[in-house]
């Protein structure tokens, strides 16, 4: 294993502010060791977790909710998570708190009425218990299904869906049945969304069906060598683990 230690923001109220370029931040740091650490070292992509101490469990838990397609899981020792925390970043991120509090119990409740029951809360847990569940818990790169919110004004992403700023809030459902080679979304406050497809999650030799609030649409998605190499520069897939060779935008009726 790696370990790599993320070191704390000068100020302690920067510690949940996110990336900016004008002072340090807990997110920022995270994400600047992180981009150091692919490119630096042979890392496994579906083995990468963050894990937080005391008040850092509060910083893992925002840069998880911001970056939820980058790590396999998150862990909180001896901290607690953030009040009013979303739980759709989630859904596809397990999560697992050793001596934590009232926060991580709130947060843990709100999962499960979700249905995300994907949250570990062990508080005697040691540290061969938080290895234990990091060997059980590889990152589900590619999710079969997804759900993306976005406050108003801000564009959203989520794994294999992201959309551009509206002035409402978004709460997004996409599903990808590779079975039907169907994917169905259902939307609440977009109007337009760009799907990064590959052949996990349907078959682009086939073509693939597209509902999108009811509507359905049938199309052939063609592979694209350009597109592909596209993502692998920009941030959308810098791992092997999440390499999309297609995109389509798709209005939302």
């Not at 337009?192 to 052939?220: A, C, M, P, Y």
């Amino acid at each position: 294993a790696i370990l790599i230690a993320v070191p704390t923001p000068a100020e302690a109220k920067d510690l949940l502010e996110g990336i900016t370029q004008s002072k340090e931040t807990g997110m920022g740091n995270v994400g600047f060791v992180y981009s150091r650490a692919i490119r630096n070292y042979a890392i496994d992509f579906d083995r990468v977790y963050l894990v937080g101490s005391g008040e850092g469990v509060r910083a893992a838990c925002a840069f998880a909710a911001r970056f939820p397609d980058s790590l396999a899981g998150v862990a909180g020792r001896s901290g607690d998570v953030p009040e009013k925390t979303a739980v759709e970043p989630f859904k596809n991120l397990p999560t697992f708190f050793a001596g934590a509090g009232a926060g991580a119990t709130a947060f843990s409740e709100a999962l499960t009425k979700e249905k995300y029951d994907n949250c570990t809360i062990k508080p005697e847990a040691k540290e061969a218990d938080l290895w234990a569940w990091m060997k059980d818990h590889p990152r589900i790169a590619n999710p079969a299904q997804i759900v993306l919110v976005a406050e108003p004004n801000a564009a959203g992403r989520s794994y294999w869906v992201s959309t551009p700023r509206f002035d409402a809030p978004v709460r997004l459902t996409a599903v990808a049945d590779r079975g039907t080679n169907t994917i169905t979304i259902d939307a609440d406050g977009a109007t337009e969304v760009v799907l990064s497809l590959n052949d996990q999650l349907v078959d682009l030799d086939k073509e693939v069906k597209f509902v999108r609030n009811g509507i359905e649409t049938v199309e052939k998605i063609p592979r694209n060598l350009t597109t592909t190499l596209g993502f692998m520069r920009g941030t959308t897939s810098r791992d092997p683990g999440r390499i999309y060779v297609a995109s389509k935008r798709l209005d939302i009726p």
